[in-house]
């Protein structure tokens, strides 16, 4: 088990935005987190990432208790995330997005750095060139010296992917990342994500969009911050506690 | 066009600009003018500092308060214990610098305008704590503070700075230059790049690994340390300190000099500060209208010229020329 | 029995020439220990008022139009010369000069928000440069006009009142009475009006509020004149218990935002506990020890609360 919540909950005062969560990942699987608005998923992400401490429960990764520890300490332990909005630094262009992002592999020193030694030059050198990689990787090269707010939709989106994985996360968590993208864009993504997968990430996203149900090996339905369904895609389309709770929403299967 | 792409035009300019200040001395010999000289390049420091600190999305209220660390720190050393101004005012930095990570720590709990807020509180508590230590720092202001030490080595130089003015100006020259040079290398390295991250999303960048909060104070710590540099320097210049020069209004003052000059460019606040150290200058007749000019020029810029004054030189460029993004690391201001 | 003797606050110069160390003015100097008790709980509770008339306002603007009013300085400062302006030179009757002024100061504030503010909404550096530039102009203006030699307003009401062997100032009393009343109706106009709800609403969450189709620019309208009405209300009070001064607004701008920390960013009704506390410490501790010994306390009060707890006493969580 890559990673691994017991009994996680989070309340605001007197609101509950996760209630009791239990669940697993697996390496080398493609996990969908999936619910109706509300339901809790970006705060689940939130309280695995460190951004909020947890009323109850704990956060397990590869083993060790990474329960509250801050955000930085958790990226460094090797899981990357997007975010919902605004994933990315508005004001660098697409490259130093990346290169940016590039904080921890390789580390220099503030030394180094000040000094402008050769080692800190060879490292910006190797991220320059890992960061160009994984724009092409991406499909991004081509606007690699573009403003990053101004940007389009999708490859935004695309964008922050690409920013995540320069911590060379185990784990990558992304927060609804094809929403509002088009066809192709989707197309692409899933691609992308497929090819990750096949070079061992292990994927944990958030979704509204069905379509990338079939991407995923396993889907867990929360609601109002309870789990109310786990298992695979097919089985969890014909469940009645999810077909209630998206009742109503626009986003039924 | 001007401003050629990876330009020669701007390095030459800056040369020839530091060859005309090297050269200051020997065409203008009023000593006044002078001495606003040596004023304006010892703000330069502190409000290219400031800036440093803004490259991280905190703009302090505070900083003439740090000014007044170093100065006063290194003024009092060197005037109780009698060691050497060349020594004490390295340590005036570090003293501001310390004190900058003692209360910064708490400080950069909160971001952006809240920490501007606290900032407040912070500048004031220093100058009431210098104010509080009359014992050594004086009832009315801190006098007796030794000037710089002569230089000498036998047969090569003899340098007196006492009540000289010209040896200041070089020596503050130097200083600038210095202290510029290093702002502008940590700005354009990983570490200003890292901050200019941690300003435009925090979130995203302690997403990467970053730990934003000890970032936030490393630059609070860097602008203070310069900052009390300039004030220690200030101190065995003037000989005399008063607290009000590092009160609220200077810090505002501060504040002021950057955003007019303008915050997106390293040589914003050199601009800026140059501008408007110079302007109340010009106007001494005017002693009580200064801060209601320097109020509305405030005013000018914030409604027409959001970028400021260094922001137009950009908006020239455009009509003209190519504007460069300047955002990349690497480029030149 | 023996005289009381207040500790000689540290020398101020500079910026901040308002003196609340100078709580125990001279003629309320008194001889019996009870006294002195029921003395200080009426400056505690007077001084709490004037601190959170001033925050409540400045907590206001912040919490609705996430601006940090620096300029707040100005307007108690304003409101306080203001009124001087139409008691004594004008002649008016003094209650009715405050209630002038506060309505000037509040119709300033319209202008404030449409011209100053509502231009420059989300952009944190221009509105900084703008408050600091206002508070500049204004004191300047002050200063060219009006001198910065210190004059008083003269007091509310005067007299003392003796009850159950215990004297107290009438004009403390009065003010604090005032200014209780003020709040409260403040309170009520928040909890039970619609635009007070809105209010809270926007400062709680904008975009939501926007979404539910609250006008956000009438509520930041209605903010702001609240806002400066109290500051202006608190600056002449202040005026005459102690005194006029083109600087007066700093010190209590101070109080303000260390009252905010306090009480916790978004937090308006904590702004009461908070301004409860501080005033009370304010009034208590410079008789125990010096004056500027007491503001280290604040300031110490508000490095504990960022260390241990950013989101103050009832703030939400960052």
């Not at chain 2, 009023?30 to 304006?40: N, P, R």
């Not at chain 3, 908070?274 to 306390?297: N, Q, R």
Request: hydrophobic share 50%; proline share 4%.
């Amino acid at each position: 088990m890559l990673l691994e919540t017991n009994g996680l909950t989070k309340s605001f005062g007197g609101l509950t935005a996760v209630s009791n969560l239990d669940m697993h990942i697996n390496q080398g699987e493609i996990v969908g987190l999936i619910g109706p608005n509300g339901a809790g998923k970006t705060t689940t992400f939130n309280l695995i990432t460190g951004i909020h401490r947890p009323t109850e429960g704990n956060v397990l990764f590869e083993g060790s208790n990474i329960t509250g520890k801050k955000p930085h300490l958790v990226a460094r332990r090797g899981i990357g995330r997007t975010f919902q909005l605004a994933s990315l630094f508005p004001d660098f262009t697409v490259l130093v997005n990346v290169v940016a992002s590039f904080y921890l592999y390789p580390k220099s020193g503030f030394w180094e750095t000040l000094l402008n030694t050769s080692s800190y030059r060879k490292k910006e050198e190797y991220i320059l060139g890992r960061a160009t990689e994984i724009l092409q990787l991406l499909g991004l090269n081509d606007v690699k010296d573009e403003l990053a707010g101004n940007l389009p939709h999708g490859y935004q989106k695309i964008l922050g992917v690409a920013r995540a994985l320069a911590v060379k996360p185990k784990l990558l968590l992304l927060d609804e990342p094809i929403a509002g993208m088009t066809h192709k864009e989707i197309e692409f993504s899933l691609g992308a994500f497929e090819k990750m997968r096949s070079q061992g990430m292990t994927i944990l996203l958030v979704e509204h969009n069905m379509e990338i149900m079939g991407l995923c090996d396993r889907i867990i339905v929360l609601n109002f911050g309870r789990k109310i369904a786990e298992g695979l895609p097919k089985e969890v389309r014909q469940n009645k506690d999810v077909i209630q709770a998206y009742f109503g929403s626009s986003d039924a299967a | 066009m001007k401003g050629m792409r990876g330009g020669l035009t701007k390095p030459i300019c800056y040369t020839v600009l530091i060859i005309l200040l090297i050269l200051l001395p020997l065409f203008i010999t009023k000593l006044y003018y002078i001495h606003i000289f040596i004023k304006t390049l010892l703000y330069i420091i502190v409000v290219s500092s400031l800036r440093t600190i803004a490259l991280s999305g905190q703009v302090s209220v505070a900083h003439a308060a740090f000014m007044g660390i170093g100065g006063y720190f290194s003024g009092v050393i060197s005037k109780e214990l009698g060691l050497t101004p060349w020594l004490t005012m390295p340590m005036g930095g570090l003293a501001a610098m310390i004190i900058a990570v003692l209360i910064g720590y708490p400080f950069t709990r909160v971001r952006a305008i809240y920490f501007s807020m606290v900032s407040l509180l912070g500048g004031i508590a220093i100058v009431n704590m210098i104010r509080v230590l009359q014992k050594w720092t004086g009832s009315a202001g801190l006098a007796g503070i030794p000037p710089l030490s002569p230089i000498n080595i036998p047969g090569l130089i003899n340098i007196t700075f006492l009540g000289q003015k010209v040896p200041y100006y070089y020596f503050t020259l130097l200083l600038t230059l210095g202290s510029l040079l290093v702002l502008y290398r940590i700005e354009h390295c990983r570490i200003g790049m890292t901050w200019k991250a941690i300003a435009q999303s925090y979130l995203v960048a302690s997403s990467v690994g970053i730990n934003e909060a000890g970032f936030r104070v490393l630059a609070l710590a860097t602008g203070c340390f310069f900052a009390g540099i300039a004030g220690a320097s200030y101190a065995h210049y003037n000989l005399v300190l008063t607290p009000d020069t590092f009160s609220f209004l200077p810090s505002i003052f501060l504040v002021m000099y950057m955003l007019v000059g303008g915050s997106d460019r390293f040589s914003g606040p050199i601009i800026g500060t140059a501008i408007l150290v110079m302007v109340p200058e010009l106007l001494r007749g005017l002693k009580e209208f200064t801060p209601l000019i320097m109020g509305a020029i405030m005013l000018i810029v914030v409604f027409l010229m959001p970028q400021g004054i260094a922001g137009m030189f950009d908006q020239i460029r455009a009509k003209y020329g190519e504007v460069r993004n300047r955002k990349v690391p690497g480029n030149a201001a | 029995m023996m005289a009381i003797e207040v500790k000689n606050p540290a020398l101020w110069s500079g910026f901040f020439r308002a003196l609340p160390e100078k709580i125990l003015s001279p003629k309320d100097k008194i001889n019996l220990p009870p006294e002195l008790l029921a003395q200080v709980a009426l400056n505690a509770l007077m001084l709490s008022s004037m601190y959170i008339l001033m925050a409540l306002g400045f907590a206001i603007l912040l919490g609705v139009m996430r601006v940090l009013n620096f300029a707040h300085a100005v307007i108690y400062m304003g409101g306080g010369y203001i009124c001087y302006q139409l008691a004594i030179v004008y002649g008016l009757n003094q209650w009715l000069s405050l209630m002038l002024a506060a309505i000037i100061m509040g119709l300033f504030g319209l202008f404030l928000e449409r011209f100053c503010f509502r231009p420059f909404f989300g952009d944190v550096n221009r509105t900084l440069v703008m408050t600091l530039a206002l508070i500049v102009i204004i004191e300047s203006v002050v200063n060219i006009l009006v001198g910065t030699q210190i004059r008083s307003l003269p007091a509310f009401a005067s007299g003392i009142i003796r009850t159950g062997g215990v004297s107290l100032s009438v004009e403390r009393l009065v003010t604090f009475i005032i200014s209780a009343a003020l709040l409260l109706v403040i309170i009520f106009f928040i909890q039970k009006t619609k635009i007070g709800q809105q209010m809270l609403a926007v400062s709680q969450d904008d975009t939501g509020a926007v979404l539910q189709g609250i006008n956000i620019y009438r509520v930041s309208a209605v903010a702001t004149v609240i806002a400066c009405a109290l500051a202006a209300v608190a600056g002449s009070l202040m005026g005459a218990i102690f005194s006029l001064s083109p600087y007066m607004g700093g010190h209590m701008l101070v109080k303000a935002i260390e009252i905010v920390i306090l009480a916790g960013i978004g937090s308006i009704g904590g702004v009461l506990v908070a301004g409860l506390i501080l005033g009370t410490i304010d009034a208590t501790l410079p008789i125990l020890m010096s004056g500027s010994a007491s503001d280290v306390v604040g300031l110490g009060i508000v490095i504990l609360i960022l260390l241990f707890r950013p989101q103050g006493l009832f703030g939400h969580e960052a």
